[in-house]
Nanobody
Framework: VQLVESGGGLVQSGGSLTLSCVGT????????MGWYRQAPGKERELVAI????????NYADSVKGRFTISRDNDKNEVTLQMNSLMPEDTAVYYC?????????????WGKGILVTVSS
């Protein structure tokens, strides 16, 4: 499993940014896909996760209404559209692929990409 993120960078407060993650080496369509982030000095936290099929997309309360996750199974790509960015959104953003076996979930992580929001 390989996950490669792109689209990070520096943006002003109130601006927008789109992150992309392309997955290779696995059957993309049957994996849950999502994004986590880790700000300096803080633990990694969920941003948004989209199940493989069916189920509800889950967003962190802090990004609801501002961020939108989507996936394109034909392109093996998951994107995170981030609008109305705030300085507190500054973090390294990690793409995650989740393989589910019955009750066991095995996560695979990208290397992460930095998003910096200036005030």
């Amino acid at each position: 499993v390989q996950l490669v993120e792109s689209g990070g960078g520096l943006v002003q407060s109130g601006g927008s940014l789109t992150l992309s993650c392309v997955g290779t080496g696995f059957t993309f369509s049957i994996y849950g896909m999502g994004w986590y982030r880790q700000a300096p000095g803080k633990e990694r936290e969920l941003v948004a996760i989209m199940p493989a099929r069916g189920g509800m997309t889950n967003y962190a309360d802090s990004v609801k209404g501002r961020f939108t996750i989507s996936r394109d199974n034909d392109k093996n790509e998951v994107t995170l559209q981030m609008n109305s960015l705030m300085p507190e959104d500054t973090a390294v953003y990690y793409c995650i692929a989740e393989e589910t076996y019955s009750d066991l979930v095995v996560p695979y992580w990208g290397k992460g990409i930095l998003v910096t929001v200036s005030s």
